[in-house]
């Protein structure tokens, strides 16, 4: 039977005063007979907490547990069940981890984790297949001598980075730096080599298509123009659909080409020079006003002529002549377009080319800079639109550290904003 242990150790205390009545009683020494219940209840306790500690160190062996009755089994109770809670969360713990552990060892991707010094702490499987790094050889090793690629041991300088590398040799992987707490980082790693090999495939394959077609379609559209001035006034028609047919082809391969070599080759800064856009800019409308059929269409030039930038000659004009045109092509006659050359309030050199025609809807604007992305297709055709025009501006944006920017509110403004960044040597 339990008692309560209060109750329990309010009879011992009784026990002592009973004690202390009964010897004052008998000796009438009352010192006496204070000292030595009092004494005896004293030691008792304090041997009680010697049992406490004992049985604290020796991690709650059964044979060394103090008292069980009393305030003592009480204490006794409390660190046992706290003792039995902290086991059940350990081993829930540890199971966790370990299935945390086998999840991350299995995991596809290489996972690095690394101490503020960037010394590796633990690292999975796939860090030894794909970077040759091994947990139980180079546990405490600095990553930087591990990955001996100079941009990869600059970017260690950083606590937070994303990279691609060419490593190792015929590999490309993208690492990838994260902060864990204070102390602690995440190195990831995934290989994408297969990736890029097939981007590669498929980038040559329209390359060398657009290549083979280029020459046989030059020599149809000659023998159309041949013909068509040659042959009876009733078959012209015909003959001039198919030129314009064989014509706009011719397009879209001289498109696909640009758009080719914008992905195959990196932008070097001595292809760059200085560049006056004012001067190209008004040079551009002329040619236009000249050649384009400008169904009424009014264009207003406004540039800031002391604005000039570092750039590729070439690109920029397709740049301009990509966004002026898509103005002139897109937009019923009568329509005002307004050009702009101006450094924005961030000091960035900004083209911008404002229509007030029909307009984009929202939901399409996202999908412009994609190749052969078209709101109308019909009547992008009919314009001789290719569908790539974009998708070559931001080639070129991205290419020179800018950006391409497009804002409409149908039947009120459209707006084609290029802004190069406001550096001259960027590169
Ligand atoms: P395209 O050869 O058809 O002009 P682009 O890539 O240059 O191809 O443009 C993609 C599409 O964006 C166009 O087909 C057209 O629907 C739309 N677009 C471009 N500029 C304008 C504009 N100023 N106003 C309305 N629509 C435009």
Redesign the pocket.
Known sequence: MMFNPWLVESWRLGTVLVALFVIWNFTGNWLLATLLPLTIYISWHIYQLYCLERWLNSDLKKGEMPDTNGIWGLIVQHIYSQKQLQRRHKKKFKTLLKKFNSMVSAFPDVAILLNQNKEIEWSNQAAKKLLNIEYNRDRWQYIGDLIPVVKFQQSLSKNNFHLELNYPSESHIILHLIPLGKKQFLLTASDISQQINIQRMREDFVANASHELRTPLTVIAGYLEILESSIAKELHEPVLSALSQATRMKQIIEDLLVLSRLETTQLSKYNCTIIDMSAILVNMINDIQKTVAMDNHTLSLETDSSLKILAVESEVNSVCL?IIK??I???PAGTDIQIKWFANDTGQACLQVI?D????LTKDIPH?TERF????VGR?RQVG???????IVKHIMERHKGYLLIDSQPDIA?T?TVCFPNSLNWS
Request: charged share 15%.
């Open positions: 990509n898509n103005a092509k897109h937009t229509d025609g029909k307009g984009i412009l992305y078209r709101v109308n992008s639109g290719t569908g790539l025009g974009l998708a459209t084609f």
